[in-house]
């Protein structure tokens, strides 16, 4: 979704936001602006297409000259990505330029009512309605104009502003989008996401729902939206900057693919005591464990797949139904949230607007919310009842890999926790299981070692029209992920499948050298997936099978086999997910798709 980059201080302010948006290219847009004060105006350049349009029309920021202003990444919502459309959006008088990441709901009536006061549109966007009404009311003191603004606007928003007649102060404003400040000593940052300004400092202030921040050179003071005068301690961020570099590898992605032994690592081991299981931030007893008489996942892409997997851990090991609902369905279907239901958001940004709808929905309705969550002081992070981080550290590629390995992790770990404080998961198993995730880590880095071969494999699928996953159980989920990798970097129509649900329609689409990859790592579910790989065999597919180590049985129904390390039933997701994120990488990287940033989407999806 849009990202924003604002700088005021004793620097020109065009390079410093150039760079910063170049550190958020990661969370999805089609059009980029800039607008700068330049000791007389506020001006405006910006562009359709790549944010190197905006370098080579700006020089890199040199014909912008100024030490004010506000930039913008556009994810096209209301409007298609265009020049008029891009970010920075003026009044008439170009007295007052905004940027805005969100959607402004009554946009039409307050479109309407601006017409009719004479007010000209020149864009098809929601924004500009901000920049009119903003000018509307605007008396002369900015922070009154942007209140009554904020009173007016339905909708969400994270805004940086500008006014000519203030040159000294930008502004920046936030409702249920992400915005984040920082200062250094030599002047004082707005951005969207932390790596857009952690070259220049660590130290940052989280923006709270309908918050305004007037920012000077030297200070920040921060306002509700009653103009009163706010608090606000600064957070120091502690991440190790290379971390949201590409460190030599070619695609964030495949760098965060190799990062997961450690992101595993990282979630695991510090809950791991004394062969026991401690979630501290849990914020739960073992009574209340015990209370526990249903739990509803609720998440979105690939974090509603490890909701899928957990459900049939949580089932098994802890002998509690489960619900795993993708959010923006939760939200509206009216959710029976019985007594004794716990709610488990999961999100790596944290910023979801359908999840932290869910999240709201549910507390309305009286129940405590645990967000599984990986961005740290993210929305989900502030206003779930607990938190457990997932220690993955910053996610830049936009197809998950790192974060939803750790998703699985701190699943693993709340089902062993609930099954053992139940008395549902026999000490000697939950012993077991511990050894089992512990190796996890070896096993993921031996499945990475094995690249060149999925790289070959995945040379000949360059070409597929369709693939088809297929897998039963927990295998199901593995399938949902693994064909969602494949189509969101690669453009490849993929579908997954319940094993046995294939032959209700959907084995009609299956012809002569359709590729069938069939996740096959329950043992007491393979044989049925065995029959299933044989019926579309017989069909024409080519069947790629990813099972355990020993089963060669397998062999007689597939044409290429990838066998995984021995672990817990319930962990294979884990390592049977690696070769299945490789494979959609190297199709992709072999499509010359744009890996990190493929086209239409977005990191984190701050609009519904
Ligand atoms: O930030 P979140 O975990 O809440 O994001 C949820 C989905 O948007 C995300 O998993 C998406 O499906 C990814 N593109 C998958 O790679």
Known sequence: ?????????????????????????????????????????????????????????????????????????????????????????????????????????????????????????TSDTDTEVLAHLIDYYYKGNPLEAITKVMHRVQGSYALGIIFAEHPDQIFAVRKDSPLIVGQNEDGCFIASDVPAILKYTRK??????????????????????????????????????????????????????????????????????????????????????????????????????????????FEGAARIPVEVDVASEFRYRKPILEEGTMVIVISQSGETADTLAALRESQKLGHKVLGIVNVVGSSIAREADN???????????????????????????????????????????????????????????????????????????????????????????????????????????????????????TISLIEEGTLVAAVATQDSLFQKTLSNMVEVKARGAFVLAVTNEGNTDIEKAADYCIYLPKTNQWFTNSLAIIPLQLFGYYVAVGKGCDVDKPRNLAKSVTVE
Not at 252 to 260: G, T
């Open 1 to 121: 979704m849009c990202g924003i980059v604002g700088y005021i201080g004793k620097h020109e302010a065009a390079p410093i936001i150039l760079e910063g948006l170049s550190k958020l290219e990661y969370r999805g847009y089609d059009s980029t602006g800039m607008a700068i004060f330049d000791g007389e105006k506020i001006r405006i350049k910006k562009s359709a297409g790549r944010l190197k349009v905006l370098e080579e029309l700006t020089h890199g920021g040199a014909t912008m000259p100024g030490v004010a202003g506000i930039g913008h990444t556009r994810w096209a919502t209301h409007g298609v990505p265009s020049d008029v459309n891009a970010h920075p959006h003026y009044n008439e008088e170009e007295t007052i330029a905004v940027v805005h990441n969100g959607i402004i709901e009554n946009y039409i009536p307050l479109r309407e009512k601006l017409m009719s006061k004479g007010y000209k549109f």
């Open 387 to 505: 938190v457990m981080y997932t220690w993955a550290g910053p996610e830049i590629a936009v197809a998950t890999t790192k974060a939803y390995s750790a998703q699985l992790i701190a699943l693993y770990l709340l089902a062993m926790k609930f099954g053992k404080v139940r008395g549902t998961l026999a000490e000697a198993e939950f012993g077991s299981m511990l050894e089992d995730l512990k190796r996890l880590p070896g096993q993921i880095e031996r499945l990475l070692a094995n690249k060149e071969r999925i790289q070959r494999f995945a040379n000949r699928y360059i070409g597929a029209k369709d693939v088809f996953f297929i897998g039963r159980g927990i295998d199901y989920a593995i399938s949902m992920e693994g064909s969602l990798k494949l189509k969101e970097i690669s453009y490849i129509h993929s579908e997954a499948y319940a094993a046995g649900e294939l032959k209700h329609g």
């Open 204 to 313: 940052v202030y989280f923006i709270e729902n309908q918050e305004v921040v007037r920012l000077r050179a030297d200070h920040m003071h921060f306002y509700n939206v009653d103009e009163e005068e706010l608090p606000k301690e600064p957070v120091t961020i502690d991440w190790d900057a290379d971390a949201a570099e590409k460190g030599g590898y070619e695609h964030f992605m495949l760098k965060e693919m190799y990062e997961q032994p450690k992101t595993v690592t990282d979630t695991l081991m510090p809950r791991i005591k004394d062969n026991d299981i401690v979630i501290e931030e849990l914020g739960m007893s073992d009574e209340e464990i015990r209370a526990i008489r249903k739990i509803f996942i609720v998440a979105c892409g690939s974090a509603y797949h490890t909701g899928v997997t957990a459900k049939y851990i």
